[in-house]
């Protein structure tokens, strides 16, 4: 009775020291988060404060070279392009995740990347000395790439080094960076501060900083236990960097967990894009996170904060003091997302993006009916300032981080990459889409173009709640059997009782991998 007592007080000291929030897994996350993702969200938004004096560069430019003013529509189109140039430059990046992270790993595809950022922070910086503008247009492709990679692979990165108690908070940290870039491009973008006709080339330029600091850190930290383990198949570098992670030397069961999703992989080998979408035991998993990324961006998000600023000023807001409201707005998109970090793992990501989406949903259809009466309903433009502030509290909290977390937990590491240069193209051309679209959409549609994004938040609730399983605190490999269930796929139960086999103690039977075929 004592001998069980003592195995059973080990057994939980293990798992409390898995769980733990580790130092260096801390650090791992918020460089590689700062390095990165903060970095593609200061990009979405570090033009539009200095629009006007960008704008006014151009055509000085044009005017020195030609002698005579831009025409109003081909600055019209330069001006789109220099803004529609990044999401597309973040479907270039998000191609080149497969063969990068198969490649190089995690880690060397994160430092290959900083090279992206710093050549486009030079471009950018240095666009106004050289009297051209078409390099900033060069640099968004540029960085676009940049955003691309970091927007997929520290999810990935991040996922496969966090113990599964505490993936959902870790997944969540890039978005939580994503908000602080919009929010620091917001801040520095004030005209009193960068903001400016002089302040704007340092402004854009900055962006370089934070992949310095990542390049000269990054390198200390380990790569993915995983990747090591399962694709470079060295079990000694993998066990090495999980014991460092977490702070505890006995790491067995979960390289055993490992070892589980590498035998059962074994068969398949690794995915492309290809084969990722032919594979009947993976098409539920690719389709959720089809219509997950699809209703992230396509539910509005670029639309509500192109009309937030003339939301503000029909309220009565100064147009002076309209930047002011932005930053606010900022603020609460970074505090939201910081609070779905710590309930994530109590609540778990199914709940999160049915209220993120429901909140979407009902702010879209208010924010109609508001927008139509403020003209004749005085108390109509605050009540939009409300829908505004709702939605993207909705959006924080479910609809913008939890889908790259549940590629991360939803694929196995054969098919993890191939799926995140899925979900990540996707993203990429729903947001390039939505910008090329919406200025059309609103100039025939108006306040009814909301309606559009409260279809698709409905539609993409309806999806979640009949399809998408939970997956909080589970491993790889049993959300990988939920899966299989929905996928019915005979082998995968086949190889299901195979690793409930591994499991059972005593003797060597255990280490006997028996494929489907012998069955």
């Given at each position: 009775m004592k001998l069980k007592r003592e195995k059973q007080d080990s057994s939980d000291y293990k798992e409390g020291s898995k769980g733990k929030m580790t130092l260096l897994l801390a650090l791992v996350a918020l460089v590689s988060a700062f390095g990165s993702s903060f970095q593609y969200g200061y990009n979405v938004s570090v033009i539009n404060s200095p629009a006007p004096y960008m704008q006014d560069f151009y055509n000085q430019t044009y005017f020195n070279r030609h002698g005579v003013p831009m025409d109003s529509g081909f600055q019209m189109l330069l001006w789109s392009l220099t803004v529609s140039m990044f999401p597309l430059g973040g479907l270039f990046g998000s191609l080149m995740v497969?063969?990068?992270?198969?490649?190089?790993?995690?880690?060397?595809?994160?430092?290959?990347?900083?090279?992206?950022?710093?050549?486009?922070?030079?471009?950018?910086?240095?666009?106004?000395?050289?009297?051209?503008?078409?390099?900033?247009?060069?640099?968004?492709?540029?960085?676009?790439?940049?955003?691309?990679?970091?927007?997929?692979?520290?999810?990935?990165?991040?996922?496969?080094?966090?113990?599964?108690?505490?993936?959902?908070?870790?997944?969540?940290?890039?978005?939580?960076?994503?908000?602080?870039?919009?929010?620091?491009?917001?801040?520095?973008?004030?005209?009193?501060?960068?903001?400016?006709?002089?302040?704007?080339?340092?402004?854009?330029?900055?962006?370089?900083?934070?992949?310095?600091?990542?390049?000269?850190?990054?390198?200390?930290?380990?790569?993915?236990?995983?990747?090591?383990?399962?694709?470079?198949?060295?079990?000694?570098?993998?066990?090495?960097?999980?014991?460092?992670?977490?702070?505890?030397?006995?790491?067995?069961?979960?390289?055993?967990?490992?070892?589980?999703?590498?035998?059962?992989?074994?068969?398949?080998?690794?995915?492309?894009?290809?084969?990722?979408?032919?594979?009947?035991?993976?098409?539920?998993?690719?389709?959720?996170?089809?219509?997950?990324?699809?209703?992230?961006?396509?539910?509005?998000?670029?639309?509500?904060?192109?009309?937030?600023?003339?939301?503000?000023?029909?309220?009565?807001?100064?147009?002076?003091?309209?930047?002011y409201v932005t930053v606010s707005i900022g603020a609460i998109n970074v505090v939201m997302t910081l609070l779905a970090v710590f309930i994530v793992e109590s609540l778990g990501r199914k709940i999160l993006l049915l209220a993120g989406f429901g909140l979407c949903c009902v702010s879209c259809a208010v924010l109609t009916l508001a927008l139509n009466l403020q003209t004749t309903v005085s108390w109509m433009s605050y009540l939009s300032i409300v829908c505004v502030i709702v939605y993207i509290i909705g959006h924080a909290i479910g609809a913008s981080p939890i889908p790259f977390v549940m590629i991360t937990e939803m694929f196995l590491q054969s098919s993890r990459p191939a799926a995140f240069m899925v979900g990540g193209s996707v993203h990429w051309l729903c947001n390039f889409t939505v910008g090329l679209v919406f200025l059309y959409m609103e100039a025939g549609l108006g306040p009814y173009s909301f309606l559009i994004f409260c279809a698709i938040c409905l539609a993409t609730i309806l999806y979640i709640f009949f399809v998408v399983p939970e997956t909080k605190n589970k491993t790889f490999m049993e959300i990988n059997r939920i899966m299989a269930k929905r996928n019915k796929v005979e082998i995968q139960e086949d190889k299901e009782k195979l690793e409930v086999f591994h499991t059972v103690p005593g003797g060597q039977a255990g280490n006997k991998v028996i494929s489907s075929s012998e069955l």
């Open positions: 497969w063969p990068l992270v198969n490649n190089c790993g995690r880690k060397g595809t994160l430092l290959i990347n900083n090279l992206f950022s710093i050549a486009a922070a030079i471009l950018m910086g240095t666009s106004e000395l050289a009297k051209t503008f078409e390099v900033i247009i060069l640099a968004r492709v540029i960085v676009g790439i940049y955003a691309g990679l970091a927007s997929n692979v520290v999810p990935m990165f991040l996922g496969e080094m966090s113990p599964k108690n505490l993936r959902g908070a870790i997944g969540i940290v890039p978005q939580l960076f994503i908000t602080l870039g919009i929010l620091v491009a917001q801040i520095l973008g004030l005209n009193s501060i960068l903001g400016n006709a002089k302040g704007w080339p340092v402004l854009l330029g900055l962006t370089g900083i934070p992949s310095l600091i990542q390049l000269l850190i990054l390198p200390f930290f380990p790569e993915s236990p995983r990747y090591l383990l399962i694709q470079k198949g060295s079990e000694e570098q993998a066990r090495q960097a999980l014991q460092k992670l977490r702070g505890w030397n006995d790491v067995d069961d979960e390289m055993e967990e490992m070892r589980q999703e590498d035998r059962s992989e074994k068969e398949e080998g690794r995915f492309s894009v290809l084969s990722l979408c032919t594979f009947r035991g993976l098409r539920w998993q690719l389709i959720s996170i089809v219509v997950m990324m699809m209703g992230q961006q396509l539910s509005g998000v670029n639309a509500v904060f192109y009309y937030a600023d003339r939301i503000f000023q029909s309220a009565g807001v100064a147009s002076s003091n309209v930047q």
